[in-house]
């Protein structure tokens, strides 16, 4: 098609020249030339997430936006994600039978979720034998139940907490201040990001987007620390001020990396200790577990733990791997196990597979689209493109409708998941389910009148001939227009329209070579290492 029609389809504009050095960076680094940033700007609106804020209480898209405008946070990210991709490539290069890995391990989460409920009946009874008590949450809401009336019961004043995403999905932070619960994020880049009112910019990496200097800034205003820029000397810094806090706390929360069935014990894997002080020094421990985040034996831990630290964080091993048992005498220890819409996708065989993920956080880093805007451009726990199938299951496409569409569908996320889930095509089963759900922002009334109207226009060529001269006319006019659309202003803020040729679109110009004579075809002859051969012979 011609020049206007890949203007209006792809909506692809040319980036003003006053673009910034991050954005620079974050094409040059992803291999995404321009991205419609307006479209994730407009995927989830703060009123649904109404705690989801920073920056003193500021919306949290509009900080996301000021993000994507500021070079070092997205500067450092791309950065930071182009480093962590290519050595997770590199250590993974180094194991000849990785393809077997990555296999046995998707044959091993197949079987876990195909037999899903034998396992976590025989997981429960194991833990429940060994003194810990399992509680079960059907969502978000329950689980802070559950949680609430522990701090209730055990007369819980502070809270010290492991890194854990399901913790994230709960909004746990904000039940817990609620009830007057101080929680104190114990995992660096987790206090890091909770210090400066952030979110979590990556599942793994929470502080990415940050630079030392930044952090160094950061704890000078917040702890009343000499600014420094030293990564000993910043980690020295968060070290003492936590250390105080893991004496202090009643409880510890953490989450599960994996929970083993045929031993009743659950894994915890990390490179700080903090989760080590978190669950030893409180007389209460309440592990968190994703009801999918199970193995059937303990023979297959091996394999896990070998591919998640190489996945996450580039490394062979992680620092501390902890099993744990059961409590001491005098002390207490809960799993909530919590379903929060995973059942859904386990109901449904061609989505079934997201519930494999081991929240390694490796799509994220190849995906070229997280590496231009960042997480917190998705509005939700899980950004990246493992977030694009999983937080419609999680929470449903009437609000997480137009997730799916913040992907280049380049497949690189599938290529490199050590589980193997296929999620470039589970993204395009998931936008066919957002425009088919009704309530979808996918299905909004704007979408699909100009959907619908460029369909029409594409029937007929009088039709598409038409389309292109008020495309023509449009982009002549706009820039002398007092007001534009809501979606089409946002994106314009980093856009400039492509300039009009003076020649014409590529029709006319292909109208005007036929007249002339020079667009015949040329006929050329085969290369020599070829045979010719005809249509009968073959």
Not at 409 to 421: D, E, F, H, R, T
């Amino acid at each position: 098609m011609g020049k206007w029609v890949r203007t209006f389809v792809l909506f692809i504009g040319r980036p003003t020249e006053n673009r910034t050095h991050a954005n620079r960076l974050a094409s040059r680094t992803s291999g995404a030339s321009s991205f419609p940033v307006f479209y994730l700007e407009s995927i989830i609106r703060p009123r649904l997430f109404p705690h989801y804020t920073m920056n003193g209480g500021a919306p949290f898209l509009t900080a996301e936006n000021k993000g994507l405008v500021e070079p070092h946070g997205s500067a450092a990210l791309a950065e930071s994600s182009e480093r962590s991709a290519r050595q997770n490539l590199e250590i993974c290069r180094e194991i000849d039978a990785w393809p077997q890995w990555r296999q046995a391990a998707h044959d091993i989460k197949r079987y876990t979720l195909a037999n899903l409920d034998k396992l976590l009946d025989r997981f429960t009874t194991k833990l429940e034998a060994k003194g810990i008590t399992v509680l079960w949450a059907n969502d978000a809401a329950e689980a802070n139940g559950h949680i609430l009336e522990l701090v209730r019961r055990h007369g819980v004043k502070t809270v010290v907490k492991a890194k854990s995403m399901v913790s994230e999905e709960m909004e746990l932070n904000h039940a817990l201040a609620g009830v007057g619960v101080d929680a104190v994020e114990t995992d660096l880049g987790e206090y890091i990001v909770q210090l400066a009112g952030q979110r979590p910019t990556h599942i793994v990496t929470p502080a990415l987007h940050l630079s030392a200097a930044e952090i160094g800034q950061l704890f000078h205003e917040k702890l009343g620390e000499p600014f420094t820029a030293k990564q000993e000397e910043l980690t020295a810094i968060a070290r003492k001020h936590l250390r105080r806090k893991f004496i202090e706390a009643d409880m510890g929360i953490s989450g599960v990396n994996f929970g083993i069935a045929d031993t009743g014990c659950f894994a915890l894997v990390e490179n700080e200790g903090n989760i080590g002080l978190s669950t030893a020094a409180p007389k209460v421990h309440v592990a968190l577990m994703g009801m999918e985040k199970l193995i059937p034996s303990a023979d297959y831990l091996p394999l896990f733990l070998n591919m998640l630290p190489r996945m996450g964080t580039g490394q062979k091993l992680t620092s501390y791997v902890h099993l744990f048992n059961g409590p001491t005498e005098g002390r207490h220890m809960y799993v909530v196990i919590i379903d929060n819409g995973r059942s859904k996708a386990l109901a449904r065989p061609e989505f079934r597979r997201v519930l494999h993920c081991i929240r390694c956080g490796l799509c994220l880093n190849h995906c070229p689209v997280y590496r231009h805007v960042g997480g917190w451009a998705y509005g939700w726990v899980y950004p990246g493109p493992i977030g694009m199938i999983l937080t419609p299951h999680l929470l449903g496409l009437e609000k997480a409708g137009k997730i799916p569409f913040a992907s280049s569908l380049c497949g690189a996320c599938s290529q490199i998941c050590p589980v193997k889930i296929d999620i470039a095509h589970q993204i395009v089963r998931m936008r066919k389910e957002a425009v088919q759900t009704p309530g979808s922002p996918a299905r909004s009334l704007v979408d699909r009148l100009t959907w619908k109207a460029f369909a029409i226009a594409m029937q007929t060529g009088f039709r598409f001939r038409l389309l292109m001269a008020l495309i023509k006319i449009a982009i002549r006019i706009a820039p002398y227009l007092p007001w534009h659309p809501d979606k089409l202003g946002q994106w314009t803020r980093g856009r400039a329209l492509p300039e009009i040729p003076k020649d014409g679109s590529f029709r006319d110009w292909w109208k005007t070579r036929q007249k002339s004579g020079r667009s015949k075809p040329v006929e050329r002859e085969p290369p020599a290492t070829v045979e010719k051969t005809t249509v009968e012979e073959a």
